[in-house]
């Protein structure tokens, strides 16, 4: 699996250049001439994008500055009172301070697990069988429900759980830990589980184009292991860093069932407020917070992106 | 290199991988070994005896929520959206080898859906659907949902695949005769069979596990998900880790199957496979 964030068409002209028969590159002028096939075959992907990606978010635009009722979901409007709304209650300030300080502590503990995790796979394994098992290892509780995952840790982490049964028979504590389970330590537990994944694949990947003959220059230029690990590898593996971190900032500034499961209503996040909005059919107001939301995804990934020009690194 | 002495890093690492897998796997096994509580068991440990009785408890009428229902619908959106990944990232990696105007906005817009926070997403569509009085169901909406988390997964391994396709394969079958849909049919689809069947495990299996894409999208009828979900609020019984022990083997069944169907077409490529092209 590789993941390239960089539109591949532009390789095309390349192999057709390369190829040094004649009929080939007479082959891809005709499929040049005939992009009629390529829109057919692009078609079923466009539509699906268009009519549920597209027009959808085109929509949430449009319906935060709509006016709602009670009874009445959609009212047709040009209002800002959606966003005035938002900026004007202390309780959205409180949940994205709380949102941002998950993304910052996940993002922090999930790229240093997932570099050194990748690291491992990726240059203290000599075997590619062993590299590929254990990838796999990493990669099939991925497949699994994430309902299935949180809901796990709650008879680790409750109350009478394992985690309090332990530290208790140790004499660590001396009664049971409520903090565990439904608090902001539990659903960053969650995110760790659900997303190192997520950093560990893109990192992996980049660090598998790494070169080894650099690694073998710096070892014989006297530089140790961790020498090697700081000044060759880290700076070569930055783009799988940066597109890991992308996912995870993604992933845990909209989440809303994590929070929700192992928060047990005493978390609340900017997408658990969005939920908690559209369970009431506030679809105008629940609009403009996700048109917020949005915006700063798209600033922090942006920050990500100027930090590590990603299409350079690739 | 080989048998040159392990660094001490290695060592260490080796720890903090195990760790980690211990904490991957973990919380999953307790699930699974307190799914067979005993009767009179509850939801942590201690284990009260060892019963199937969680188990047999599922397959009673109405013991709670819809539990089969909303199994059978998300098998087969699974089964709906697993076909229209494989085929449609299918398509959409054959169009990516020619240039075509807007493959580029085309595919920045496939990486958007991919990073988009689901909430938004789930909220869009689900607008959609109510600005244009068209009931929200599982089948529309919901599939519709599903599409754009499973599709950009399917379109990059597509893409991955096609950059590294030798296209000498199908010039050889031009040579011989072959129109474009036999190239296609008989050429490049057997050659990339095992990563279909990878394209088809994601789809599947993203779609029978998402949640966040689907809770505004699916309408009156619930996913197991969000049944799941809605459960484990009010769960006093272990029946939820019977449920969750069941839908995690299920996962575990179709991962396992892909792996071993992929493994068996790469064994019988090298028994019956030829040696063609072996020596350039």
């Not at chain 1, 000044?231 to 845990?252: H, N, Y």
């Not at chain 2, 958007?112 to 244009?132: D, R, T």
């Not at chain 2, 190239?183 to 789809?203: D, E, M, N, Q």
């Given at each position: ?40 075959e ?129 004499g ?48 014989d ?53 969005i ?10 107001p ?29 | ?61 109405q ?50 859906s ?25 089948y ?51 050659i ?66 892909c792996?071993?169907?992929v ?14 092209g072996?020596?350039?």
């Amino acid at each position: 699996m590789t993941i390239t964030l960089r539109p591949p068409a532009s390789d095309i002209g390349h192999c057709a250049a390369d190829s040094s028969s004649a009929r080939s590159s007479e082959a891809a002028a005709v499929r040049r001439k005939l992009p009629i096939v390529a829109y057919l075959e692009a078609l079923p992907l466009t539509l699906v994008f268009l009519l549920f990606f597209v027009v959808p978010i085109a929509l949430v635009v449009v319906v935060s500055f709509f006016g709602y009722e009670t009874y009445r979901i959609l009212i047709p409007a040009f209002t800002l009172d959606n966003f005035r709304d938002v900026f004007s209650e202390s309780v959205t300030y409180r949940t994205y301070l709380t949102t941002v300080k998950f993304c910052t502590v996940v993002w922090a503990i999930t790229a240093i697990l997932g570099f050194f995790i990748a690291y491992f796979l990726a240059f203290q394994l000599r075997s590619r069988v062993s590299q590929t098992v254990l990838l796999l290892v990493c990669s099939i509780p991925f497949w699994t429900s994430i309902v299935i995952r949180m809901i796990a840790w709650i008879p680790l982490l409750g109350r009478n759980g394992l985690v309090n049964r332990g530290l208790l028979g140790m004499g660590i504590v001396d009664g049971p830990q409520e903090w565990l389970l439904y608090s902001e330590f539990a659903v960053i537990i969650g995110y760790v589980h659900l997303y190192t994944l997520m950093m560990i694949v893109p990192i992996f990947n980049s660090m598998m184009r790494i070169d080894r003959g650099l690694v073998e220059a710096a070892t014989d230029a006297g530089a140790s292991t961790l020498q090697v690990l700081w000044t060759v590898i880290l700076p070569l593996s930055k783009s799988g860093v940066a597109i890991g971190s992308i996912f995870v900032i993604a992933m845990v500034m909209g989440d809303f069932v994590t929070v929700d499961v192992l928060g047990g209503g005493q978390v609340a996040s900017v997408g658990k407020q969005i939920a908690t909005q559209l369970s009431y059919l506030q679809f105008p107001p629940a609009a403009a917070n996700a048109i917020v939301l949005l915006l700063a995804v798209i600033a922090m990934i942006a920050l990500l992106v100027s930090v590590v020009d990603i299409r350079k690194e690739l | 290199m080989h048998g040159a002495a392990r660094p001490p890093i290695f060592y260490g690492l080796a720890v903090l991988f195990g760790l980690f897998v211990v904490f991957l796997y973990g919380p999953i096994a307790t699930v699974v070994v307190l799914a067979f509580q005993g009767p009179e068991g509850g939801l942590v440990f201690p284990m009260n005896g060892v019963s199937l009785h969680w188990f047999a408890e599922l397959f009673r009428p109405q013991s709670i929520g819809d539990i089969w229902g909303s199994f059978d619908r998300s098998i087969a959106l699974g089964a709906i959206v697993m076909v229209a990944t494989v085929l449609f990232s299918l398509l959409g990696g054959l169009a990516y080898r020619r240039r075509f105007p807007g493959a580029t906005v085309l595919f920045y817009i496939v990486i958007a859906s991919l990073v988009m926070p689901s909430v938004v997403v789930s909220l869009g569509i689900g607008a959609m659907f109510e600005m244009l009085g068209i009931e929200r169901a599982w089948y529309s909406s919901a599939l519709g949902a599903h599409l754009t988390w499973t599709l950009p997964f399917g379109l990059l391994i597509m893409l991955a695949v096609f950059n590294r396709f030798n296209p000498a394969y199908e010039e050889a079958a031009r040579d011989l005769g072959a129109g474009g849909w036999q190239t296609v049919r008989y050429i490049v689809v057997p050659i990339i069979a095992p990563s279909l069947v990878g394209v088809a495990l994601f789809g599947f299996t993203m779609s029978y596990d998402e949640i966040a894409r689907t809770s505004q999208s699916v309408g009156a009828l619930n996913t197991l998900p969000l049944e799941l979900e809605a459960m484990q609020t009010n769960a006093t019984t272990p029946v939820i880790y019977a449920l969750g022990a069941m839908t995690t083997g299920l996962s575990l069944f179709v991962i396992g199957a892909c792996l071993l169907g992929v493994m068996a077409v790469r064994r019988s490529r090298d028994r019956f496979g030829s040696d063609a092209g072996k020596a350039v």
